[in-house]
């Protein structure tokens, strides 16, 4: 079975700090994709990767970035966190096929 | 601008009985489509796809129906169960333009006993 973890299921943080969530895949996945999820808005895509090293814009990359080092680990960063990044984020992987495999997510409070 | 839209919010049916959620979309380019189920706390989960050159795929209880000329696509469950009571939400793709999945806002189901 795919495996897509998340660092932290809760995380709280304050407006202006620094914010990292994790995303591992275990299943060797060459796409991997960051999304924030808001009522009656969906799944929104912040930014994915096709490779270690490539990154590419979703729809909604502003305040936020990524890295990605290695195949099974991608990174987004929300360099200064604000009260409207309050949301849930959701990490998922996928081969070189459409269907995505996704993590637990992460529910992110900027207070 | 949406280019998948589910305008069903929410969706409440009795146990036993058929489920229809609906979603259309813009792009014409869409050339694949998946439904995909949501429990609170939880990650999405794939339930079923389809491609452009179907017009109806069944796994189960679950079966997709898919529209081109209307860009229109629709997930039934039958026979509806209180385990089904999610949120569910349906994505296009376009296969040549890489694994990008474009999502519907969701339809909250509510399957009463």
């Known amino acids: 079975d795919v495996k897509v973890t998340q660092s932290s299921r809760y995380l709280v943080k304050r407006t202006g700090e620094k914010v990292f969530l994790e995303c591992v895949q275990d299943?060797?996945?060459?796409?991997m994709f960051w999304y924030r999820q808001d009522p009656g808005l969906g799944l929104r895509l912040i930014y994915f990767s096709y490779d270690v090293k490539m990154k590419e814009k979703g729809d909604i990359p502003e305040g936020y970035s990524v890295s990605r080092e290695k195949k099974e680990r991608f990174s987004l960063i929300l360099e200064s966190a604000s009260t409207n990044q309050t949301s849930m984020y959701l990490c998922?992987?996928?081969?070189?096929?459409?269907?995505?495999?996704f993590g637990p997510g992460t529910r992110l409070t900027v207070l | 601008d949406q280019q998948v839209k589910q305008n069903s919010p929410s969706l409440s049916v009795q146990e036993g009985r058929i489920s229809i959620l609906n979603c259309d979309y813009t792009?014409?380019?869409?050339?694949?489509f998946l439904w995909y189920k949501k429990y609170p706390a939880e990650g999405p989960t794939f339930l079923i796809s389809?491609?452009?050159?179907?017009d109806k795929n069944e796994d189960g209880r679950f079966t997709v129906f898919l529209n081109k000329s209307a860009k229109h696509l629709s997930l039934h469950i039958v026979p509806s169960q209180p385990g089904d009571s999610a949120v569910y939400f349906c994505?296009?793709?376009?296969?040549?333009?890489?694994?990008?999945?474009?999502f519907g806002g969701g339809t909250r189901v509510l399957v009463k006993p």
């Open positions: 299943m060797d996945h060459e796409n």
């Open positions: 389809i491609s452009s050159i179907k």
């Open positions: 994505a296009a793709g376009i296969k040549a333009a890489g694994n990008k999945l474009t």
């Open positions: 792009n014409s380019m869409f050339d694949y």
């Open positions: 998922a992987s996928s081969p070189q096929v459409v269907r995505q495999f």
